[in-house]
């Protein structure tokens, strides 16, 4: 099994440990890594804010890019739908539409791939601690991704999983709406940040760092007591411990 | 009250400092979404129901001109006497002139958000007809002259104590934050004027195309009495508003109560058949129903966003959104509020005095997964994003910024440079780049100028070398 990694932006520039901890476990569960030199950017962002035709070429890239591959595996759900839902409200060049159809299906977010297309039951694996889970948006309503992080988590030897309250709450982070509406995005994110405090957990567990980003940077300059960690790091460390 | 859709911004930080204000609609917003999961949960067939009607709604929007005029044969060989208005100003025209033949002074009111959308009670107003609405919390809000901030539940922004406080002041009575009292004040003021009212004036939630009759669902029975006591009916309802038969109002009386209120059944469900029926000697003795157009049929021409005329105005999506949640229902300037309302206000007002609406949204989706009919609200602010950037209403810094970065995102190397430079810039700097508003609340890390690529192949080089000493 081959698998082409997608690295979306932020975790490429201030996350890249996460991807690392991905890379990780895909070798460990025996996956081949493809490492897709030259890759950059699926657009989201400028699409998120209503630009289309200037990424029309970054859509027409990807696609290049990844569509022969066997597996594009990303650590983040909302670049996964990107390319597997909205690039069918791109104008994209018609001889790339059959590209396109053959990469939504083939592509995969990091949790949803282990557990639905490895069919991965047991990682093995301790951490000690206590941790809650954040839905994020694109992942759970897009994706439809929101048990599969979960069944992984609770392989996890020791750990002890909590949920919070509203789970599938958005953080508020919503890209440029962050600082459009900071306000608001701020009353959003402390909300999110005092249930996950209420809940207990030494540890917010998310699959998307975005949202993780967002979250971290609230509890950090507020000084509250718990920590974002990504799910790859997660179970990477776990195996570590192990 | 008189707001401004371009004024969102203000209105979001105003409500923002307002505690008492956001008290409330946080009560309310999570009263409301646990109810409703409570009524929803225990409908194993509800995902099949949403379906349907998606599809039913569907089949009317591209099918309205034959089911308008199946409508409008139907209820004029009822008795009803059908009227058309292609805008706000032709339809309060209408209701005046009916009024003014009718020698109307007073009406009565039951909800009805289209009358909002063309403005009809100040219109009334400065013309000398007295318009009471009779819906307790449009009751409230008319008092307090006020626009509704929620679809279904006009007054949620306020607390007991605020009503409690507006009795008080402005009907005279005593102090009292008591549910039960409040309401038998209301009730005991509008019971007198049902009974000498010279008009009914209501909005509609469902027409029936095959059989020309129109369907008004309620609470608190003041429909019942705003459309049987006067003696002149008019209802007004866009032009959306139809349904093929009796058969599909089930699918749709089944999903609104829960999504709306989460109760099982509204607990009126008033069908008016037409006027004045001989045998029975009740009702009004004319029934007239404007078709309002305002717009919606410039809605209709989007293949894509026609979606957001499928709407039953349950208010679903703004008990389920986080930004709702925060803020309430005045703070988007419009009488369609939320999620839906910010489809909505861009598509009715134009994209220049509606840029920011599509704007307010993390895009989270909250909206889609609780509305009855699968409006893919999230799908259709992305669209009308695109719009309010095609039409050139978004900052200039802006397009110059995201033109530079798709260019250089274009050619790895360049964009591997400009996303390493800033990276370098910082190690001197030794702090994070602040970025206006977003950081002042939240810490962000350093950039550290290698990324993942490099860590990566450096990696993939120090095991490579490691294995080519071990052979
Ligand atoms: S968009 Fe859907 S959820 Fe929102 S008010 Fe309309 S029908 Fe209800």
Redesign the pocket.
Known sequence: MKVALFIPCLSEHLYPESALSMVKVLSHIGAEIDYVDGQTCCGQPAFNSGYHKEIFPLAERFIELFHEKEYVVAPSGSCVAMVRKFYYDLDIRRDLHAARDELAGKIFEFTEFLVDVVKVEKLGGVFPHRVTYHDSCHLNRELGVHEQPRQLIRTIKDIDFVEMQQPDLCCGFGGTFSYKFKELSISMVERKCRYIEESGAEYCIGADSSCLMNIEGYLRRHNMRTKTMHIADLIATSLTNE | MNLKASHTKSYIKQALNNDVLRAAVDKATRTAVKKRADKVDAIPYWEELRYRAHVIKRDVIEHLDTYLQQFETQAQANGIKVHWAIDAAEARKIIHAIAVKNNVKTVVKSKSLTTEEIHLNTFLMDRDIQALETDLGEYIVQLLDHIPSH?TAPALHLSRQDIGKLFHEKLGVDYTENPNELLSIARARLRKKFLTADMGISGVNFAIAESGCLTIVENEANARLTIGLPKVHIAVMGIEKLLPSFRELAVFLKLLAP?ATGQKQTVYVNIIGGPLHTLLGEGPEQVHVILLDNGRSKILADPQLRETLF???????LNACPIYQQVGGHAYGWVYMG??GATLIPQYLGVKEGRYAPFVSSLCGA?FH????R?D?PHHLLKLRHKVVESGHSKAIEKIGIKAWAFLARYPMLYRVATWFPGKVQKLYKKPFPVPGYTKERAVGLFDGKGFRRRYLDNEKAKGAKNSKLI
């Open positions: 679809l999504s709407c039953i105005r349950c208010g679903a999506c999620p839906i909206c609780a509305c009855p009919v409006i609200i």
